[in-house]
């Protein structure tokens, strides 16, 4: 087994540089096409999230590369601009790094729930890709499972938390005269924002591209419009929040600027944004990325939980490691 690791994340990269490298799956389909064409590459997973861009390699024995300088290379980016941000792991450290990260304990929220499920769809799309061999395949099967014992063994957090509980822990903490929220996107991360703000007493009303279309899961107590409508009822919010996986803008300066009537709060889920930063130049109008929301830190009882994983994780390194010693030796 020879995987290495290569990426960059929100502790050493901003939203700006994060966003360069914020791949919709149509694009990794791309990258994969270009990586299936590299000899010395036997697997590859891309994982692209929010807080990080991660890519990991198996390669062929011998052979010792940085995933994150090859992605630079295959995607035009300039590496030497970017390497000084670039995190490397390889094997024994690149397991323990994937088990950290599926279970929480690497995300800007500590303990959040979401990324184990990124981390399985990462690999599920890989291997649609047909960019996974069967090393990489135990390597993500064995983390993911390490993953969920420790979220079972050492309670990281009181409940799943994620990005939306933060959206309505700001807004409760800092006091802000919200009642009326448009939330743009009904994808998973958009209906978990509306379910959850509604459950806290907000009046929620989703948008939704195929609403004419039906077939729609909407959240109870929510309302619906079109999202092309968005700008026409807007004025009858106090706040916007936006969660979709679009490479453009859902909401521009130049649009909120003729509205008499705008909503005071912005709140971005996505990378790369949603919301044009620049609305905040606007008197009065607050915009938050999710940087800004998720305002990270580890406290002490993070950090002996952080500790108390090493035990669950020198397990099923150790059964990965037998599983390797059997494969070499059937294949002899």
Same mark, same amino acid.
């Given at each position: 087994?020879?995987?290495?690791?290569?990426?960059?994340?929100?502790?050493?990269?901003?939203?700006?540089?994060?966003?360069?490298?914020?791949?919709?799956?149509?694009?990794?389909?791309?990258?994969?096409?270009?990586?299936?064409?590299?000899?010395?590459?036997?697997?590859?997973?891309?994982?692209?999230?929010?807080?990080?861009?991660?890519?990991?390699?198996?390669?062929?024995?011998?052979?010792?590369?940085?995933?994150?300088?090859?992605?630079?290379?295959?995607?035009?980016?300039?590496?030497?601009?970017?390497?000084?941000?670039?995190?490397?792991?390889?094997?024994?450290?690149?397991?323990?790094?994937?088990?950290?990260?599926?279970?929480?304990?690497?995300?800007?929220?500590?303990?959040?729930?979401?990324?184990?499920?990124?981390?399985?769809?990462?690999?599920?799309?890989?291997?649609?890709?047909?960019?996974?061999?069967?090393?990489?395949?135990?390597?993500? *099967?064995?983390?993911?499972?390490?993953?969920? #014992?420790?979220?079972?063994? %050492? /309670?990281?957090?009181? !409940?799943?938390?994620? $990005? &939306?509980?933060?959206?309505?822990?700001?807004?409760?903490?800092?006091?802000?005269?919200?009642?009326?929220?448009?939330?743009?996107?009904?994808?998973?991360?958009?209906?978990?924002?509306?379910?959850?703000?509604?459950?806290?007493?907000?009046?929620?009303?989703?948008?939704?591209?195929?609403? *004419?279309?039906?077939?729609?899961?909407?959240? #109870?107590?929510?309302?619906? %419009? /079109?999202?092309?409508? !968005?700008?026409?009822? $807007? &004025?009858?919010?106090?706040?916007?929040?936006?969660?979709?996986?679009?490479?453009?803008?859902?909401?521009?300066?130049?649009?909120?600027?003729?509205?008499?009537?705008?909503?005071?709060?912005?709140?971005?889920?996505?990378?790369?944004?949603?919301?044009?930063?620049?609305?905040?130049?606007?008197?009065?109008?607050?915009?938050?990325?999710?940087?800004?929301?998720?305002?990270?830190?580890?406290?002490? !009882?993070?950090?002996?939980?952080?500790?108390?994983?090493?035990?669950?994780?020198?397990?099923?390194?150790?059964?990965?490691?037998?599983?390797?010693?059997?494969?070499?030796?059937?294949?002899?």
């Amino acid at each position: 087994m020879n995987i290495f690791v290569g990426g960059i994340d929100y502790l050493g990269s901003d939203i700006e540089e994060r966003e360069k490298f914020s791949f919709t799956n149509s694009k990794k389909a791309e990258i994969y096409d270009k990586l299936s064409n590299i000899d010395y590459i036997k697997g590859a997973v891309i994982l692209s999230t929010c807080n990080r861009m991660e890519v990991y390699f198996s390669l062929e024995d011998g052979i010792r590369k940085n995933p994150f300088e090859v992605i630079c290379s295959l995607i035009g980016a300039d590496y030497e601009i970017h390497k000084d941000h670039c995190k490397q792991y390889e094997n024994e450290n690149a397991f323990e790094h994937l088990c950290m990260l599926s279970c929480g304990a690497l995300s800007q929220i500590f303990g959040e729930d979401q990324i184990i499920t990124q981390v399985k769809t990462s690999i599920e799309f890989a291997r649609e890709c047909d960019m996974t061999d069967s090393f990489i395949e135990v390597f993500f *099967r064995s983390a993911v499972a390490c993953a969920k #014992k420790i979220r079972t063994e %050492i /309670n990281l957090s009181q !409940r799943d938390i994620s $990005i &939306s509980d933060k959206v309505i822990e700001k807004i409760i903490n800092e006091n802000m005269p919200i009642k009326n929220v448009l939330v743009i996107g009904n994808g998973e991360m958009g209906r978990r924002v509306a379910t959850d703000l509604r459950k806290k007493g907000f009046f929620v009303t989703m948008t939704a591209r195929q609403y *004419r279309h039906g077939g729609l899961v909407i959240p #109870k107590g929510v309302e619906v %419009i /079109n999202y092309e409508d !968005r700008y026409k009822a $807007i &004025s009858n919010f106090d706040a916007v929040v936006s969660a979709t996986l679009s490479p453009h803008f859902t909401i521009t300066k130049e649009c909120i600027e003729k509205i008499e009537k705008k909503p005071e709060y912005y709140f971005d889920l996505a990378i790369p944004r949603d919301i044009e930063s620049s609305i905040k130049d606007i008197k009065g109008l607050n915009v938050y990325n999710v940087d800004e929301i998720s305002d990270y830190k580890n406290s002490d !009882r993070h950090l002996e939980q952080i500790l108390a994983m090493k035990k669950y994780i020198d397990k099923y390194r150790g059964d990965l490691e037998k599983w390797e010693s059997y494969k070499k030796a059937i294949t002899v």
